[in-house]
């Protein structure tokens, strides 16, 4: 199963957030990040760098229109789950269990501002997903996602990079594979 974001209404000041999405979405894994209709290669630049270091693959797209890629995706056969804190609560409704037994790939729609009303329309989003029915952040709402997705299997992965993270309980060790 392939999971991409796609994030919504990103805008220059947002810089440092949307590099956070690139990061967490990587780290969590999902396999890109789709920046619709606006182009930002400080993230993208930010993203290489540590794909450089850190190894691994995560593709970066952007300034596609949102309407274009998400219509290609269900042409397709993906779905799209859009996180917004007005969705079906990701713990007391069953809305998990019905995205993962579609066994489809899956698109993810996260906003920086209000997104657009169509976003909550069936055309667009196939699920409307809560991480709590309260405010909080993109960057928490695509890592409890794809956590509760991935089932907590992804984060002894180790993609091969230039270096790599020996696990210390109280040292910072770091090595060079090359
Ligand atoms: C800063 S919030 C925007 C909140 C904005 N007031 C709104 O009406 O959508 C940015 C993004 O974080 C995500 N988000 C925030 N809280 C969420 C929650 N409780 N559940 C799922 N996603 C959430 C949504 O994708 C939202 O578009």
Do not use: C
Not at 60 to 82: A, F, L, P, Q
Not at 134 to 157: T, W
């Amino acid at each position: 199963m392939k999971v991409i974001i796609l994030r919504w209404g990103h805008r220059h000041r947002d810089i440092r957030v949307t590099s956070h999405v690139a990061l967490t979405a990587r780290a969590f894994g999902a396999s890109g990040l789709v920046i619709a209709d606006s182009e930002d290669k400080t993230v993208e630049r930010t993203i290489k760098r540590v794909i450089d270091k850190w190894g691994g693959n995560f593709k970066i797209e952007m300034g596609v229109s949102w309407r274009n890629y998400i219509k290609s995706w269900k042409d397709k056969g993906g779905i799209t789950v859009h996180l917004t804190m007005y969705g079906e609560n990701i713990k007391s409704s069953d809305v998990m269990q019905r995205i993962k037994f579609s066994k489809k790939n899956i698109l993810v729609l996260v906003g920086s501002q209000k997104v657009p009303s169509e976003f909550y329309h069936s055309d667009v989003s196939d699920f409307n997903v809560a991480i709590g029915n309260q405010p909080h952040s993109e960057v928490a709402a695509i890592a409890v996602f794809l956590d509760r997705l991935f089932e907590d299997d992804k984060f002894s992965d180790t993609p091969k990079g230039k270096f790599k993270i020996l696990p210390s309980d109280r040292k910072k060790i770091v090595i060079s594979t090359e």
